[in-house]
């Protein structure tokens, strides 16, 4: 999957952890429970139009708020291909990597986009969105080699031999 | 023909000379309390009638006390609901102030009144003599907008308490031995009076703990003859007595049971019927997760002391919650100033603010799958605490309390 | 070349001089876990391979976000979270004594230059007592309780110098809400920020609790105080040299430095619904309330009861509006009670809940509904955070909250 295209959907600044799943949700049991009540305090209906393989724009301070993994593992399960965001919270940023959901920052993309474009990716490359490119930096070392393990989970499961992991 | 306190309070209130059981009168009502359980659909069927009115606002009386703190998004638009309507039509409104019938013994209810209470456990105020009965919201709202209602005269049966309850038994005991006596449905539609000279030796709180139960064996009221500890009661909140009814020597009785107090042992009542009482005994060594020491049934200064005395100095066992709740803010002031919320604090209880709390089972202490629950509250019907696949003892506060300690059920002779 | 708090700590750690963007691997002194994330936590470090935790008695699991329970799948956690204490021979467990960050602190559990990682993101307010903590997901939880270490880039620092005498009824509330207005919600994402000057070396631990809390809402990874007496009051000990050195160099390098005036702070909320949007309690002014909450890691201290409850003294709260009152923690509810805090609170119509993170998580502790407004002491105002998303939170100080419980209203303390 170095290349793929998806079509987006674009939202704000500062979309917290409390928008993408909120807490009373959070003590249900899984996070396929927990999936279609992503962004509904923001556009309840979202969760119910995601597609596999569509990516999310947004602006800047995406995942701000608290420590819910939840939250990237949610927007995993509704099949995103990738976030690209003006900026990412820490928190969010690290628990994405670790369970291999892919984040792009890009300052430029937000503002010339409109939903339902489709986009271009190459990984490691660049966007592509109506004839234009915008680059990707990459990924410093040590969070390229979490995401080759396939996930922090995996990368453990390395470190403690176990098989089939 | 004689006539028993329910009669009386009927005839007084329909404004005829007699009454008996069987006939149907309009009566005119004195108080009219809802709480936050049903308030809301309340006023959805009173915003459709044509020209609604509210008869006599001065006899509404509102309390929030189910889902305090509001727990719920669903709850909060009720909440609102009723908070508004309340503040719009100028009704006396309570919120944080505790649960309803422990509230409306403390500021409202005085004797020989006839009160509907839009909740099953509004039987409570016949500890002070008066009528109180639940019904439901279509009910509540024919007497909100007429001031009046209709209401079949039930037959009454009387308990005459002898004797006194021994140290380390309660009056929940008593109350919870007499459902298990008569059964679940053993005062369906009657009334349940209780007089004789055990009755002396029983405090107000005993009383109330007493009337708010007698629902659980199926009664539409409960009624104590007024005494000194009555009028001292009323006193003592400002309260002077409506009426002073006392059943006449030849007024009929359905059944006359003497129960001499003496013989009351500490019980339980088994899940998930409250006339599955049992010696407590039966039931020692039961594993439980969570305690509950609270409720209009039992939540008041007399019954926090008695955990209290039996938890100083001790520690709730780890792997159980001890939820404790005070059935008021007043309850919780005076246990504040007694040094007993310090004292379970001190032990690790989870002490609440003053609410209805797990006895609901919808907002604090909610308990899971398998999970059980020895608690002072009014029920322990299938999923009353929270899943459906759970289990509730109840028990007196000695009882609770000693469980809390030993993690299992336990009395507290043995603590 | 001098060396910031944070680049302090991490040398110590490592045992290795280090500069903003390096990435090194740390040497974890304490974790916390809290209830809402013990599951996972526990599935991950069992999915990944370990069979025990690398120090069971740096572990600490916390009850707080569900307690009392309020939902009927709520006590899973506690079952789950019981089980994994019991496997693996943890000691540290609060079932019911207070939300986390009071409890790590209040508890002993936090030292000055320790580096500490919990499952929340206000995991920063550990800074308050000079030690680095920051927040992480349960993944890297489960891998820090097998491992004991965490990779962690070197923050770059953002110094904020604070010089004079704060006006009265300004709390340390007020500080941060400003600050974080100032830097906006993103201004300290990856960094470190680092307090200094003779107004925070004036305050409690408690209140520069309430500023190292409220740092991930401009997202920093740390906040950072220098250790000094009253800090080693706090926490019982006597301060090594080594951690009496945790002070900014005056040639320490840092990325931006504030410098605030305290005469300069007045009362200030932030206004629905980012922690950013802040504005003057006087521009406010006369906006009606439906109720008030008081608590939270934040704001849930003895001082902050104690400002509260002077202003409600004789007082009562406004009719129809509500005063919610959360104490942090089991031993602030029980000093409250005994200095009589907890009549005066309850005297003014009070309700007064258990210890626990109440309302602030928006599970239960009062939900509000659509056009509803509330004035909360405690860390976020996100859009849904207490109830629907047509709710208005604006967070104050616990004298702005007390103030406006009494009038009904927004009104300046």
Not at chain 1, 7 to 17: E, H, N, P, Y
Not at chain 2, 42 to 56: F, G, S
């Amino acid at each position: 999957m170095d290349k793929f295209t998806g079509k987006i959907w674009v939202l704000g600044d500062d979309i917290d952890t409390d928008i993408i799943i909120p807490t009373e949700y959070l003590a249900l049991k899984t996070v396929q429970d927990m999936a279609p009540y992503a962004f509904s305090p923001l556009r309840p209906e979202l969760a119910g139009q995601l597609n596999a393989g569509d990516i999310i724009v947004a602006g800047k301070n995406f995942g701000c708020g608290s420590s819910r993994e939840q939250a990237p593992e949610i927007i995993k399960a509704l099949g995103i291909k990738c976030v690209i965001a003006k900026s990412f919270a820490r928190i969010f940023f690290r628990n994405a990597i670790n369970n291999g959901l892919l984040l792009i920052e890009n300052e430029k993309l937000r503002d010339v986009v409109s939903e339902g474009d489709e986009i271009t990716i190459t990984i490691n490359e660049s966007i592509e969105h109506q004839g234009n490119q915008y680059p990707i930096t990459s990924l410093p070392q040590n969070l390229v080699d979490i995401i080759n393990a396939g996930g922090l989970v995996k990368a453990m499961q390395k470190l403690n031999n176990v098989e089939n992991g | 023909m004689g006539m028993t306190i329910a009669e009386k309070i009927i005839a007084a209130a329909a404004g005829v000379e007699s009454v008996k059981p069987g006939d149907i009168h309009t009566v005119e009502l004195d108080r009219l309390m809802s709480n936050d359980g049903t308030t809301h659909l309340t006023i959805d069927m009173y915003n459709k009638l044509r020209k609604p009115r509210i008869a006599d606002v001065s006899k509404l009386v509102w309390i929030m006390d189910h889902n305090v703190p509001c727990d719920s998004v669903k709850t909060a638009a009720s909440h609102k609901k009723m908070r508004d309507f309340a503040k719009e039509h100028g009704i006396q409104f309570y919120e944080g102030a505790g649960v309803c019938h422990q509230v409306m013994m403390e500021n409202h209810v005085t004797s020989g009144e006839l009160i509907f209470g839009a909740d099953s456990h509004t039987c409570a105020y016949g500890a002070v003599g008066a009528f109180g009965t639940g019904v439901g919201c279509t009910d509540y709202l024919y007497a909100m907008v007429t001031g009046k209602s209709w209401l079949l005269v039930p037959e009454t049966l009387k308990f005459n308490l002898t004797g006194k309850l021994n140290d380390g038994v309660y009056a929940r005991d008593l109350i919870l031995s007499i459902i298990g006596m008569i059964g679940a449905n053993g005062a369906n539609y009657m009334a349940m009076e209780f007089g004789g000279e055990g009755l002396r030796t029983l405090n107000m709180s005993d009383r109330i703990c007493i009337c708010n139960l007698c629902v659980e064996a199926g009664a539409k009221t409960a009624l104590m003859e007024v005494d000194e500890i009555t009028l001292d009661y009323l006193k003592a909140h400002g309260r002077e007595p409506k009426h002073n009814f006392k059943s006449d020597a030849d007024a009929a009785f359905a059944k006359v049971y003497d129960i001499d107090l003496s013989t009351i042992k500490p019980i339980v009542a088994k899940p998930h019927f409250v006339d599955s009482v049992v010696d407590a005994k039966e039931c020692v060594g039961t594993h439980i997760d969570e305690a509950f020491l609270g409720s209009c049934n039992n939540g008041r200064i007399e019954d926090l002391r008695v955990g209290a005395r039996i938890i100083k100095g001790k520690k709730v066992h780890p792997l159980v919650r001890f939820l404790v709740v005070p059935a008021s803010a007043e309850v919780y002031r005076q246990a504040l100033a007694e040094g007993i919320i310090d004292t379970f604090m001190e032990a690790g209880a989870i002490v609440m603010n003053p609410n209805c709390s797990v006895c609901w089972g919808s907002c604090q202490g909610v308990i899971g799958e398998n999970e059980v629950l020895i608690s002072t509250g009014t029920r322990n019907f299938k999923g009353r605490a929270g899943h459906k696949d759970s289990f509730v003892y109840l028990a007196s506060a000695a009882t609770v309390t000693a469980s809390a300690i030993k993690g299992e059920i336990a009395t507290a002779d043995r603590i | 070349m001098g060396f910031t708090i944070i680049e302090k700590i991490v040398r110590n750690n490592t045992g290795k001089e280090v500069h903003p963007g390096d990435i090194v691997t740390v040497n974890v002194d304490r974790v916390m876990i809290h209830d809402i994330f013990i599951p996972f936590v526990a599935s991950k470090f069992e999915e990944m391979g370990f069979t025990k935790i690398w120090d069971a008695d740096k572990a600490v699991l916390i009850y707080d976000h569900l307690v009392p329970a309020s939902q009927v799948d709520d006590t899973r956690h506690f079952r789950i979270g019981n089980e994994f204490v019991e496997k693996y021979g943890m000691k540290n467990i609060h079932r019911s004594d207070g939300i986390c960050h009071q409890l790590m602190t209040e508890a002993g559990y936090v030292k000055p230059g320790d580096v500490v990682f919990g499952t929340d993101s206000h995991t920063t307010t550990y800074g308050c007592v000079g030690a680095f903590s920051s927040g992480i997901g349960y993944t890297e939880m489960a891998s820090i309780l097998g491992t004991g270490t965490l990779w962690i880039r070197v923050p770059e620092t953002i110094r904020v110098n604070i010089t004079g005498k704060l006006p009265e009824n300004v709390m340390a509330k007020d500080i941060i809400l400003k600050l974080i207005g100032d830097l906006g919600a993103d201004g300290a994402t990856y960094k470190a920020l680092e307090f200094a000057g003779d107004t925070v070396e004036n305050m409690t631990v408690a209140s520069r609790m309430s500023m190292s809390n409220m740092a991930i809402e401009a997202g920093a990874k740390c906040a950072l105080f220098t250790p000094d007496e009253k800090t080693a009051e706090y926490c019982g000990i006597t301060l090594t040299d080594k951690e009496l050195d945790l002070a900014g160099d005056a040639d320490a390098k840092y990325c931006k430095v504030i410098n605030y005036r305290a005469e300069d702070f007045v009362p200030v909320m932030a206004c629905p619904s980012n922690v950013d949007n802040v504005k003057p309690v006087s521009e406010l002014a006369g906006k009606e309330i439906d109720q008030v909450f008081i608590g939270s890691c934040t704001n849930g201290r003895l001082e902050d009861l104690m400002a509260a409850a002077e202003i409600l003294k004789g007082k009562h709260v406004a009719p129809f509006v509500k005063l919610i009152v959360t104490p942090a923690s089991r031993k602030i509810y029980k000093e409250a009670a005994a200095n009589g805090t907890m009549a005066v609170l309850a005297e003014a119509g009070a309700i007064i809940t258990h210890p626990s993170c109440g309302l602030c998580c928006g599970r239960t502790g009062g939900i509000l509904t659509d056009g509803e407004t509330v004035i909360a002491t405690n860390n976020r105002n996100f859009l849904g955070r207490m109830g629907t998303s047509k709710v208005n939170i604006y967070l104050a100080s616990p004298k702005s909250a007390a103030a406006c419980a009494i009038a009904g209203k927004i009104v300046n303390p």
